[in-house]
């Protein structure tokens, strides 16, 4: 631990691992993937690690106020629909009540399921005056319901996906690390895909105030630390074989493409992912490393710039993205390149 | 607005709303109140205003980080139930994506509806060899769920629950404001219950940072206003007659029973109901004042102290919360109360 010229002292993942408590449910966890992976190893299935929705930054350790990161999981839950229909097993990481694959149709906001549910009063078997209701499902919904159903149990029943939970951005970090450590044993043919927003900033819980913070004091102030950047621990010690995709969500436009370089230069994994937040659902940018091609009899001629990227948009069609998700587009894209990565670990 | 010692903004509810912009949706939520209000009054049933739910307090202008108060919106989304099941018509006013009546027992996360459906393969009716796959309700599933279905049916064909959403504090503060007013017609009749957890402080727009905050420069520093208390003008000018309920939730024990008593005296309306954060779910406590019985003949000798309270508390036996919702015996009481405050006013 550092302490900045601000005075605010500074994680490196290492002392922020031996400073900050692990999440109870941690071992049980560790060891449901564990034995998941084993399974799917077994298969001979790829598995993908999908991260999704916000995480929190609590005030207090009696948890009432926190910090939260804009997500409803939308990213998350469609993509891990998708890798499953491509035939990934998917370990799906996300926020306590995000939205998940294959529920997420039915959110209860805008298409509540009580909503195309019926009662039907149907004559009872022997024939007497009596009714027995039933329950039926509203004919114009029943295609839609029948699909995503079909789906939903032939992944139950294939037991294809591992769901775990977090709540907080200390569950997330100590969850992740626990889970790429596990999946590592994959080799180059295990994914992560990292679409969940974590938060840049947290309160060590030696700063925590123990109850509710009483208003009526005055203003509220607030100083929190940076959280460590984990994606250089992860591509250099927790896995080190991973075919790593990580998300940037920025709101201004001009800072997106420089973020995005930014980030493989830090932490040297395979492709940032960015996007704008205004217009995630039609656009967004798959941003990689060119590796220097280097000639192994002449090393010293390689001159090919080593920061050199790649750039790749991938747009819906205005008509398109009111009957097609941009995630499919997405996830076609990476189990593409996921493939040239194993090829070349061969 | 006034400038408090330490220096920051403190904002009269007054100062407040005539600096924060009306969220966009406000006139047409007023209309659908309006509408709702007079149709209950026409069929002579009482209204009841259920808020439920956190509120969010945004960070930044393109929303990306925002602080958050903890709530799923259970005690909210239970109580509405109950008001519908005791004969009131409800306005539901919560946060978006928070719990909701009638669906809430369909947590995706711990209760998916889709695990409790079936695909069944009958025989096609011209009994040729081909089968129409069939959607059923798995058979110890349809009892409760035709019992809340039944309910829910009832309730969308009365018309007897409007549904709003907000989700930051200043949509809360506008939207609060303007049902009251409208809700302010039906006078006594009304009823408000308060259960929606309401941040304490937020960012007024003019200190707002137009884009996402950007990390990398130290740690986050964040101070923030008071939120006015709006109980006061709720009580003096919004609904005069309304018969008001407030929440107070704490986790220290100590200071649960106080901070009721101290709402009351502030704000001078009927009930606070006092909850600790770990205890909730199976105890609550009804602090109200005991108005002076004031002698007409003799107003100097009233006597009796002004600030004299009296908590009533409510528990479940560890047996009854396996099995009943504590919100049931909260309404009842309400109700109870709520006749008799329109029995004064007559």
Redesign the interface.
Known sequence: MQT???G?A?FSAESYFATQPAPASLDNDRQRVRAFVRRQSEQGNKVVLVTSGGT?VP??R?????????S?GTRGATSAEYFLKAGYAVIFMHR??S??P??RH????TN???DF?E?EHKPAPNESLSTT?E???TPEK?ED??S???A??KVHRDGTMLTL?FVTVNDYLWLLRGVSEELSEMGRDAMYYLAA?V???FLPRQKMSE??IQ??K??????????PKILKPMVDEWTREGFIVSFK????PQ?LLPKCRQALERYGHQVVIGND??RRKFEVVFVSRIAPKKDPAHPAATNIDDDTFTESWLRLSEKDTHTREIEEDIVNELVRRHRTWMNNGR
């Open positions: 900045d010229p601000q605010s500074s929190t005030l207090e009696n948890m009432v106020r926190f910090l939260d990161n804009f409803a306590q009540f939205l998940q294959f529920s039915y959110s209860h906001s509540p399921f009580l549910l009662i209701p329950i039926t499902v029943r319901l029948l995503v159903l079909t939903y149990k939970s927003a938060s840049d900033f109850h509710k208003s009526g005055g203003s509220l102030h607030i100083e929190m630390d940076q959280v969500l920025e709101t201004d800072l937040l205004n």
